[in-house]
């Protein structure tokens, strides 16, 4: 494991930060989401009059984890103004080079041109948006509100409301089900809503409480679904619109982040409470292992084999961990 690497936070206005690897890592310069994978971090800090956004591009190639904190550099950066509060999730459209960004606080999607370094546009009067999802094949963004409950289809080119999903409350993570071509919805006390890509209901799976983070197999029909209110992982089978298991969470608790890597049976669960990512065995649902991470963790993201990537979410810095979970 790689000591985590504290980013200074400065006195500065809202920004949009990029950071990249030297060109000596294995991938040089900038790589995209679906190409090798990069993540983004967003960090807020209550400076009394205005907030930073940090946005962290992070290169996690097959040399990267080997790397000291100091491999990755300060790129540039894309100045945020009039963007106060938290920040939320993230979504990418990696072909046109933009990033939807859930301004939760400032109940506005900011949507940016990574490639020229610029904000391209605002939509604005959402209430309090969590999840975003772009979807390249209809080029539709889908943005998911906490208070009002409702999940909002935009066309991503003229930002045009196309529908509104009106669920019972908290409309928070979205996925992709790529094997249904359908949009999954976590949403209010326990369920999964799902969506097709112009926004019609096609039905809900209901849970036992609200889900945070939740992955879906591309090769099997399965999604994990953390629950941190029932200090469990719940397992859904897609096809039968139902909970197939319920895979206690013993050793830490608040589990909200997950990432999958589903070649190797292996899921990792972020917890709040101790700092820990467990390591489950997604075949038995068992823990194979935990380790100790930063505080308040919101966010994981896994670069199979190669190297995983968990955030902090808490004031006043944000803090990195990289880890090489999938070495031998």
Not at 102 to 130: C, F, M
Not at 321 to 327: K, L, M, T, V, Y
Request: net charge neutral; hydrophobic share 40%.
């Amino acid at each position: 494991m790689i000591t985590p690497a504290p980013f200074s936070c400065t006195n500065t206005p809202s920004a949009w930060m990029m950071i990249r690897a030297p060109s000596s890592v294995l991938f040089p310069g900038w790589v995209t989401l679906s190409e090798h994978y990069w993540e983004t971090l967003a960090e807020r800090r209550s400076l009394g009059i205005m907030n930073q956004v940090v946005i962290a591009g992070l290169l996690l190639g097959a040399v990267l984890y080997a790397q000291p904190p100091n491999a990755l550099k300060l790129s540039g950066k894309i100045e945020l103004p009039n963007v106060d509060g938290r920040i939320d999730h993230f979504s990418a459209d990696v072909k046109g080079h933009r990033l939807f960004m859930s301004a939760l606080g400032n109940h506005t999607v900011e949507i940016l041109d990574i490639q020229n370094g610029k904000r391209l546009h605002t939509i604005p009067d959402l209430e309090e948006p969590q999840g975003l999802l772009y979807d390249p094949a209809s080029n539709h963004l889908f943005a998911a509100c906490a208070k009002d409950g409702t999940t909002k289809v935009f066309d991503a080119t003229t930002f045009q409301l196309l529908a509104t999903v009106r669920f019972s409350g908290n409309a928070d993570n979205i996925r992709y089900d790529a094997r249904n071509q359908r949009i999954v919805v976590g949403y209010d006390v326990g369920a999964l809503g799902l969506l097709d890509a112009n926004g019609r209901r096609l039905g809900d799976i209901p849970l036992d409480a609200h889900p945070e983070s939740f992955q879906i197999e591309k090769a099997g029909a399965r999604v994990f679904v953390n629950v941190p209110n029932k200090e469990e992982i719940e397992v859904v089978d897609l096809a039968k619109k139902a909970v197939i298991a319920r895979w206690p969470v013993t050793s830490a608790l608040r589990n909200y982040p997950m990432a999958l890597d589903e070649a190797h049976h292996r899921l990792f669960i972020g917890c709040r409470t101790p700092a820990r990512l467990l390591v489950i065995d997604t075949e038995t649902g068992k823990q194979m292992a935990y380790l100790e991470i930063v505080g308040d963790t919101d966010d994981a993201a896994s670069n199979a084999p190669r190297s995983l990537f968990t955030r902090r979410n808490k004031l006043p810095c944000p803090f990195f961990d990289f880890f090489s979970p999938f070495a031998s």
